[in-house]
């Protein structure tokens, strides 16, 4: 193709960039924000303070289409968390740590704005991209196809006629918020069916500064399932670039971290393993608490409408977003990019609708989803949609959740699955339900055999 034009320079719209460098003489970023915010958040990413986590096959992704990625971003500061550093916690207990995964590379924990620097410096030292700053303001559509975009320089008078770029394939990474269905429907065209799931996540993240006198803790995660005597609450600390820890906590509904220091220290020695509160207590605390809230969980089902421009697609969140406490968000992104290359490679008609790709993204956005949903309803104030059966899932996956515990095999199959490297169908699989059912018999057994 001629040119291509990506809508947000977010993580989705710099790797999807990166994939049409091989593909089109050249990309055109549209971006609003500034051009280089270096290691500060983007104010077009307002969750971008929190804390984020590149699952491994993310990681894989990056390594993929920037070879070197995990040694360079190692060199500029990127932490390695130490297996004896690394904690999980589940109602309070804690965990085997989970299997190492072969051939997942090395593990990196950094902020979300470090990951984001290194992957644009990457991209753009590419010849023929480009970053052009200005704010989208449509689709422009000639025919069945999307032929370019139109858009407004940053700096430029409301006033002034919005600058038009011709495109032979328009990319939609505009985020959660993406206003790519609104302007289908002002041009004929029907919005994608959105499915929602009201979460009403409440989170609250403050940085702190390392001390090993304190902790030598490089990775927690702590998880409370909801329960008729538990309340269901996630936190999380990494260790992260510049000799700093970034620590997280979470509540649902009514349950809501606020920006006082004193509350959020509070909280975390009440509701969270000792850790956070030695952390949020004693350590220099870098910075404000910053809170965010998510209503809802939401997917754009892309790949049901019968008609859909040619020469138009969608990444990243523009197309699905999760729970963010489940990690999922950039790694999603890694993978759709993946999709999109799989799709050019193929050499598809780009004057026909990207068929193959929505089905290609949808099995990635299925397997997300699938994760982190099942979990949220659990939840006490969500109320679906439920899966077809969903109870009998719910009581297997708890079983295998379980069993992950004393069982080797299941606790790799199950990290598998939790860091996007397997689909959850493999844990349906009947020599994993047969392994589980056997481990809690042998578990069983040793409780009655103590009990004597």
Known sequence: MGRAVVLGASMAGLLAARVLSDHAEEVVVIERDAADTGY????????????????????????????????E?????????????TRMYVNGV?????????????????TRPFLEAMV???????????????????????????????????????????????????????GRSSRLSDWLEENGWVRPPMQRMPIKLNYATAMFRRDEQI???????????????????????????????????????NDRPSRDPAEFAARCRRDFPSVFGDIAEQAEMLGDVITYHQADSRRREFHELERFPAGLVAIGDAVASFNPVYGQGMTSAALHASCLSAYLRGEPRLDEPAR????????????????????????????????PGYALISKLGDMVLAMSAVDPEINRRMSMVTTMLAHPSTLARPSTLVRAVGA????????RASAR
Do not use: C
């Open 40 to 71: 500060e958040p983007r104010p077009g990413v307002p969750q971008g303070s929190q804390v984020h986590a590149l699952l491994p096959a993310g990681q894989v992704q990056l390594e993929r289409w920037f070879p070197g990625f995990a040694e």
């Open 73 to 85: 971003a190692l060199a500029a500061g990127a932490v390695v968390p130490s297996p004896s550093g």
């Open 94 to 110: 804690l965990q085997p740590p989970p299997q190492r995964i072969a051939g997942s590379g090395i593990a990196l924990v950094t």
């Open 120 to 174: 644009r410096r990457r991209t753009t030292a590419i010849a023929n991209i480009r970053i052009v700053h200005g704010r989208a303001e449509g689709v422009v559509f000639t025919g069945d196809r999307a032929t370019g975009v139109r858009y407004r320089p940053t700096g430029e008078s409301a006033d002034a006629h919005a600058t038009i770029q011709p495109a032979d394939l328009v990319v939609d990474a505009m």
């Open 215 to 253: 902790s030598d803790i490089s990775v927690v995660v702590s998880q409370t399932r909801p329960a008729a005597d538990r309340v269901a609450r996630i936190g999380g600390i990494n260790a992260v670039e510049d000799n700093r820890w970034i620590m997280l906590i979470s509540g649902y509904a």
């Open 356 to 387: 193959e790709y929505f089905d290609k993204v949808r099995v990635v956005v299925d397997a997300a989803w699938q994760v982190s949903t099942l979990a949220d309803l659990a939840l006490p104030h969500v109320d679906g949609p439920y899966p």
């Open 440 to 447: 809690r018999l042998r578990t069983g057994l040793r409780s």
